[in-house]
Nanobody, 125 residues
Framework: QVQLVESGGGSVQAGGSLRLSCKLS???????LAWFRQAPGKEREGIAS???????SYADSVKGRFTISRDNFKNTLDLQMNYLKPDDTAIYYC????????????????????WGRGTRVTVSS
């Protein structure tokens, strides 16, 4: 059974850093993994993805500040977030595809079959 559980969210001042982690169960090394976020009143945004060989894609809104990584041995997916801004305030979700396909560019919601419950990130000014 596939399960994803996020952790590491919290409150931080603008300019600070946080590291999110997603514990994966029942996920294969060939799956495409991603992070999404959703702020109040806004659509869910795909911000980063990583494929089976470690190639990554980022949304312009986080490029240069966030880094996605995976550890197939530990079955974890991480998101290092630096230089945080108030606009980064959102609930952050990890997700995985059912198969191996990982599209070029930022991840799109319809490609991902399994989701975590989310972890909240609040960035104050």
């Amino acid at each position: 059974q596939v399960q994803l559980v996020e952790s590491g969210g919290g409150s931080v001042q603008a300019g600070g850093s946080l590291r999110l982690s997603c514990k994966l169960s029942g996920v294969r090394s060939y799956n495409c993994l991603a992070w999404f976020r959703q702020a109040p009143g806004k659509e869910r945004e795909g911000i980063a993805s990583i494929n089976r060989v470690g190639s990554t894609s980022y949304a312009d809104s986080v490029k240069g500040r966030f880094t996605i990584s995976r550890d197939n041995f530990k079955n974890t997916l991480d998101l290092q977030m630096n230089y945080l801004k108030p606009d980064d305030t959102a609930i952050y979700y990890c997700a995985t595809t059912a198969g191996f396909f990982c599209a070029t560019g930022p991840p799109v919601e319809r490609d991902f079959a399994y989701w975590g419950r989310g972890t909240r990130v609040t960035v104050s000014s």
